[in-house]
């Protein structure tokens, strides 16, 4: 993805963006994300986009609500020549950018997260895979080798559905799952918590990314490193890129894989299954309690793609969705090529 940015995303990450360049001094505090949603409220109401504050040679700012400075505003969109050294730098390693104002925005996202839905995506990889109908594999970072065996197998068995295999990148469980995923054949998602820049030149990375089997998507810069914030607030995209999620292992009450679930929990969703083999755990328990249905174990990909389409996945629409082929799944792979960890 190498398209000129338009108008609007261009505001959007003078706006919101830190755009971390190497030696650049610290500016005006960008907009947080519940700033930018009022802003964005505000623009709509007053029929304009973003793009609107660049386009007015300032006067719109002028006009702007008072809980949001106009210098602060004016000082953010001033960040013309940083933005430029910043897309230099991304470009350079492939790494793309794309807002919600944008045609190529995930459908899923917009539909499934509303008003919530982030600002803005960096990513590195085809544009896509965040079209296709997927399964998110979570779990524990310390989960044995009997949990990480059975999210690899299912991750395997989600590809061979062709569907894609969306989780965090963290080690353990979502290692498993998307390694399980890569070695049948399949196609990844990872939503990164940080480190988007140094994953996307890593060399196996880089060959699963240009055979488009990869894509790795973050919600800070690329330059960004880990923080509990960010992998806290990944949970919302590999929910909402997925169309149902499998729980391989969760602490009970605590946790990012937790907080990822009770949150999807708490909208009423069905789509939050938990594992229903092996020895149980509390926190599984607690799960089901709020709302998570038993993993019903699909041992075939047609049983897998029946599990979707009675979730009425199959109907969502996804413009410009990649095809795994004309059968439907994918074949097995001796390709023994695997992901690093990408986060902790």
Request: negative net charge; aromatic residues 4%; contains cysteine.
């Amino acid at each position: 993805m190498n398209t000129p940015l338009s108008a609007n995303t261009q505001a959007i990450l003078m706006l919101t963006a830190p755009l971390m360049v190497p030696g650049a001094p610290d500016e005006a505090p960008v907009l947080k994300p519940r700033e930018y949603r009022r802003l964005a409220q505000w623009l709509h109401a007053n029929g304009t986009e973003p793009a609107g504050l660049l386009e007015s040679g300032g006067a719109l700012l002028g006009e702007c609500p008072g809980w949001v400075e106009s210098d602060r505003l004016r000082a953010l969109l001033d960040r013309g020549f940083r933005m430029a050294q910043a897309l230099e730098r991304w470009q350079a390693r492939s790494i793309w950018v794309v807002s919600r104002a944008d045609d190529g925005y995930p459908t899923a996202l917009r539909a499934r997260l509303k008003g919530d839905a982030p600002a803005l995506l960096y990513g590195c990889g085809p544009v896509s895979l965040l079209g296709r109908r997927g399964l998110a594999v979570v779990g524990s970072r310390e989960a044995g080798d009997a949990l990480l065996q059975y999210a690899a197998d299912n991750a395997a068995l989600a590809a061979r559905a062709g569907l894609c295999v969306v989780s965090g990148g963290a080690k353990g469980v979502d290692h498993a799952a998307m390694n399980g995923a890569l070695e049948a054949g399949g196609q990844v998602t990872g939503v990164l918590p940080g480190g988007l820049e140094r994953a996307a030149v890593n060399r196996e990375h880089r060959t699963l990314l240009m055979d488009e089997r990869l894509v790795l998507l973050s919600l800070c810069d690329p330059r960004a490193g880990f923080s509990v914030g960010n992998a806290m607030a990944r949970n919302k995209l590999v929910y909402g890129l997925a169309d149902a999620a499998l729980v391989v292992d969760a602490a009970a009450g605590t946790g990012g894989t937790w907080a990822g679930a009770e949150e999807e929990l708490k909208k009423g969703s069905d789509r939050v299954f938990v594992r229903s083999t092996l020895q149980s755990s509390a926190g599984l328990a607690a799960l089901q309690e709020r709302g998570a249905t038993a993993w019903p174990n699909p041992e075939e990909p047609d049983a897998l793609q029946g599990l979707f389409a009675a979730l009425g996945t199959a109907d969502v629409d996804r413009p410009g969705a990649g095809s795994p082929g004309a059968s439907g799944t994918v074949q097995e792979t001796s390709d023994s090529m695997q992901l690093e960890i990408f986060g902790r």
